[in-house]
Antibody, heavy 113, light 112 residues
Framework: QVNLLQSGAALVKPGASVKLSCKAS????????IHWVKQSHGKSLEWIGY????????NYNEKFKSKATLTVDKSTNTAYMELSRLTSEDSATYYC??????WGQGVMVTVSS | DVVMTQTPVSLSVAIGQPASISCKSS???????????LNWLLQRPGQSPKRLIY???KLDSGIPDRFSGSGSETDFTLKISRVEADDLGVYYC?????????FGSGTKLEIK
């Protein structure tokens, strides 16, 4: 069955970067885009962008263009999102999702000194 | 960006009663292909969102037919014919026609 397994929770210092992973299984990884979504505590959902695992093509929400970088490793069926220059505004739960029918379990990122 | 306006913000429904959630978009969601990329998601407490409906009215695999979606252009509705305890959570609409993709602000369904 389709599964998206995300890396564990992260506590990072302001100004640092963090790289989140999303390992896909149960389907052909290159057949579906991987999207990333942000959910700030108790709030709604924001689309960050997507990556085409086959070509590496990315499409970002303008709001996150200087914040997020999406990549994939086809050899391990894993998608990554790196968040840079972190501030308290980046503290949230981040989800990867397959197009968007299947979702990862989410990873909580806390930015604190 | 396309603004998705969901109403009501919350609703309390007794088991076995119907429920209805509205989602209105700030522009037409009909794409150049002629398809309308409107999805409905449910996020149960402490869980990831789960898609229930795509392309306005198509049920995802395993979703009971108590759920139905309808609408066109800018006006969409999710209906639950008979609410069950497992239906509690926050419902979101999501448009996938225009970039950036945008979500509604959510409707919290509570069981009365």
């Amino acid at each position: 069955q389709v599964n998206l397994l995300q890396s564990g929770a992260a506590l990072v210092k302001p100004g640092a970067s963090v790289k989140l992973s999303c390992k896909a299984s149960g389907y052909t990884f290159t057949d579906y885009y991987i999207h990333w979504v942000k959910q700030s505590h108790g709030k709604s959902l924001e689309w960050i962008g997507y990556i085409n695992p086959n070509s590496g093509y990315t499409n970002y929400n303008e709001k996150f263009k200087s914040k997020a970088t999406l990549t994939v490793d086809k050899s391990t069926n894993t998608a990554y999102m790196e968040l840079s220059r972190l501030t308290s505004e980046d503290s949230a739960t981040y989800y990867c999702t397959r197009s968007p029918d299947y979702w990862g379990q989410g990873v909580m990122v806390t930015v604190s000194s | 960006d396309v603004v998705m306006t969901q109403t009501p913000v919350s609703l309390s429904v007794a088991i076995g009663q119907p429920a209805s959630i509205s989602c209105k978009s700030s522009q037409s969601l009909v794409g150049t292909s002629g398809k309308t990329y409107l999805n409905w998601l449910l996020q149960r407490p402490g869980q990831s969102p789960k898609r229930l409906i795509y392309l306005v009215s198509k049920l995802d695999s395993g979703i009971p037919d108590r759920f139905s979606g309808s609408g066109s252009e800018t006006d969409f509705t999710l209906k639950i014919s008979r609410v069950e305890a497992d239906d509690l959570g926050v419902y979101y609409c999501l448009q996938g026609t225009h970039f950036p993709l945008t979500f509604g602000s959510g409707t919290k369904l509570e069981i009365k």
